[in-house]
T-cell receptor, first 111, second 114 residues
Framework: KQEVTQIPAALSVPEGENLVLNCSFT??????LQWFRQDPGKGLTSLLL?????REQTSGRLNASLDKSSGRSTLYIAASQPGDSATYLC??????????FGSGTKLNVKP | NAGVTQTPKFRVLKTGQSMTLLCAQD?????MYWYRQDPGMGLRLIHY???????AKGEVPDGYNVSRLKKQNFLLGLESAAPSQTSVYFC?????????????FGDGTRLSIL
């Protein structure tokens, strides 16, 4: 069974820092990997989706990379802001009905 | 611009009671999903649907039933609630099941079973 791990569970950084969030998975036979943001009491907002044939995706200050062979993905956040404070989740998809989520990294960006 | 809407947002039940959670999407998506989120365990798929009139079991289906009578709605039912079903329930939808199809989530239903 696929296992998705996100380390660290929590991260606190000062405003303006560049940071990297990590996601690892045990089964490399994935369709895609998706990064989400979850604010307290809210649902998940999709940030980036990387298909298995892709290496990275970018959106604004966010860049996500995927290395299937090593079972790793990273989410790079440039010039972090207090508004980036949230829990970030990664999820891998094997087919239309098999999704596996990590437990998330809770990010706190201090002003 | 509603997207995925879940009702109710909060509910407290007693053990043995039944209830139905409603998920509605206005994006004409074919695929819909129900998840539960528990501390330290990530989201786990309960049931899913690949189109109107179809449903299938996910990873943790026991104690739940679902129906997809209309394309835009996906209902999750608890016939006899148990304390182990205390959780946050999320509905999601996607246009299709392919590798380039992202999931869109609702804001969740926080359910407590006493």
């Amino acid at each position: 069974k696929q296992e998705v791990t996100q380390i660290p569970a929590a991260l606190s950084v000062p405003e303006g820092e560049n940071l990297v969030l990590n996601c690892s998975f045990t089964d490399s036979a994935i369709y895609n990997l998706q990064w989400f943001r979850q604010d307290p009491g809210k649902g998940l907002t999709s940030l980036l989706l990387i298909q298995s044939s892709q290496r990275e995706q970018t959106s604004g200050r966010l860049n996500a990379s995927l290395d299937k062979s090593s079972g790793r993905s990273t989410l790079y956040i440039a010039a972090s802001q207090p508004g980036d404070s949230a829990t970030y989740l990664c999820a891998v998809k094997h087919n239309f009905n098999k999704f596996y989520f990590g437990s998330g990294t809770k990010l706190n960006v201090k002003p | 611009n509603a997207g995925v809407t879940q009702t109710p947002k909060f509910r407290v039940l007693k053990t043995g009671q039944s209830m139905t959670l409603l998920c509605a999407q206005d994006m004409n998506h074919e695929y819909m999903y129900w998840y539960r989120q528990d501390p330290g365990m990530g989201l786990r798929l309960i049931h899913y649907s690949v189109g109107e009139g179809t449903t299938a079991k996910g990873e943790v289906p026991d104690g739940y039933n679902v129906s997809r009578l209309k394309k835009q709605n996906f209902l999750l039912g608890l016939e006899s609630a148990a304390p182990s079903q205390t959780s946050v329930y999320f509905c999601a939808s996607s246009y299709g099941g392919g590798p380039n199809q992202p999931q869109h989530f609702g804001d969740g239903t926080r359910l407590s079973i006493l």
